[in-house]
């Protein structure tokens, strides 16, 4: 779809490992995040219906406020969440992510839907790309 970007991500570790890097805010916090951000997190806690409010903090002092709510929550599978970056020009979007078993350990597929710039689909892809760079070096076997 246009206003979509998908990210697929294999990993070495299993998908319950992969599913509480997500879930669990001390491991979260290694990895979310582009580059040298670092991602604070006011309110995270996966639940359905729950909101979420994080600070992506860059290098420069720079703070990005995302908050969202999780939609869907089935562990070890899939979670479904709002996401809404409140400095940039946007609408809330909305990230499906699925992790699988495969013989070689998970495969992750990100979806996030609702970017209606195309500005927004690159920044996008560009963050999740950089953020799952270290999500591979934390959970990696």
Do not use: C
């Not at 690159?122 to 953020?131: K, R």
Request: zero cysteines; hydrophobic letters at 40%; aromatic letters at 10%.
């Amino acid at each position: 779809m246009e206003n979509t970007i998908t990210i697929i991500k294999t990993f070495s570790a299993s998908p319950s490992e992969v599913w509480q890097a997500w879930t669990d805010p001390t491991q979260f916090i290694k990895w979310f995040g582009p580059g040298e951000s670092e991602a604070h997190l006011k309110k995270y806690e996966v639940v359905e219906g729950a909101e979420y409010d994080i600070d992506v903090i860059e290098p420069s002092g720079v703070i990005h406020t995302t908050t969202g709510v999780f939609e869907k929550v089935e562990p070890e599978h899939t979670l479904v969440f709002t996401w809404r970056i409140h400095d940039l020009p946007m609408d809330s979007s909305r990230i499906i992510v699925t992790i699988r078993l495969i013989e070689a350990g998970s495969e992750l597929t990100l979806i996030q839907e609702n970017l209606n710039q195309p500005f927004l689909r690159e920044m996008h892809a560009m963050g999740w790309e950089s953020a799952f760079a270290k999500l591979t070096q934390l959970i990696n076997k």
